[in-house]
């Protein structure tokens, strides 16, 4: 009977469940338990404890009761100022930036759509494109992953895509893409261009001062790399016509009365996190100094909060799995294959497990 029972389950979701969908793995996350986790790309900082004192007693307060403010109006405020978002330019808010990278999605999927990006970079992009039934394109960046513009170019006139997403940094990469070649992007694109500022905290650049006056332009931010990660909170910023579209797939109520007070509490103590980002910025470029210094090792510059580098050919595995026996977890795209054959990537982490980590690479190298 339980035999039957499993052969019918697995002829029904073979009937009903999309191929593609059934192709997929999904999204993995690696359990950290008793390691020093410097593979999500964190703010490794918690708050002051009179912060906490204070943002406890507001809290207390929140009536969980209620639905959430379904606008987040007073949030949305205060993200403008925090984000520097032009007085001409709309916000929409998600769970998150992939809730953002949904709607958007969603908004405008359709069979023959494509959705274009480069490789390697957030996964997200893809995995959406595949949820919505969309056509995903890749192109590949150069060796030093740089851009290649004109190759980009050649595959905005061929796919004509419906979406383009940069991510500025890039994700996995670390690296801002000449701002020029991403001007020539924004001009030839045919329909929406989605600028991915997850990382905006830790880079030299922006392209938000160009939000809702170019038409075509959308820039996305979230506020999980200024140490709000749990709050799970997105921003999207770009012309009132775009938002209203894109709007309508939101699911109401879709961000929570903890997140909205805690936001906004959050960005009314800006300093603190501004601090906390200057000091990673500057423990980033220690880390790479001293892991530039490594034999066998090639470091990549990053405008991030981490740094992506390569092992000698066919390590990065091994090195993996030493640094996780002694209890530090970084990231290993090796897997992934392509131009990351060989590569890892670690978060910058606080000073003393930054040494961890450079301690316990050492030992794996030996």
Known sequence: MNK???????????????????????????????????????????????????WLGLVKDVELNRYPDPSASLLKDSLRQSMSVPAGADILLGNGSDELIQMVLMAVAGQEQTVLSVDPSFVMYDMVATYTGMHYVSVPLNDDFSLDVAAFLAAIDKHKPAIIFIAYPNNPTGNLFERADLQKIIDAAPGVIVIDEAYHAFASDSFMDEAGQVENLLVMRTVSKMGLAG????????????????????????????????????????????????????NRELLFT???EIPGLQVYPSQANFILFRTRKGEASAIFDKLKEAGV?????????????????????MPEENSAFLKALGQALE
């Open 329 to 349: 977890l970084i990231k290993n795209l090796s897997p992934v294959g392509g131009t990351l054959s060989d590569c890892l990537r670690v978060t910058v982490g």
């Open 231 to 282: 709050l799970r909170l997105g921003l999207l910023a770009g012309k009132t016509e775009w938002l209203n579209e894109f709007d309508k797939v939101r699911l109401p109520y879709n961000l929570n009365v903890l997140t909205q007070a805690t936001a906004q509490f959050a960005l009314q103590h800006q300093s603190v996190l501004d601090a906390q980002t200057e000091t990673i910025c500057k």
């Open 290 to 292: 001293a892991l530039s």
């Open 4 to 54: 039957e029972k499993s052969s019918n389950i697995a002829d029904a979701i073979k009937q009903w469940v999309r191929p593609e969908i059934r192709a997929l793995k999904a999204y993995h996350v690696p359990s950290a338990t008793d390691c020093i986790k410097l593979d999500a790309m964190e703010n490794p900082y918690q708050w002051p404890e009179s912060m906490v004192d204070e």
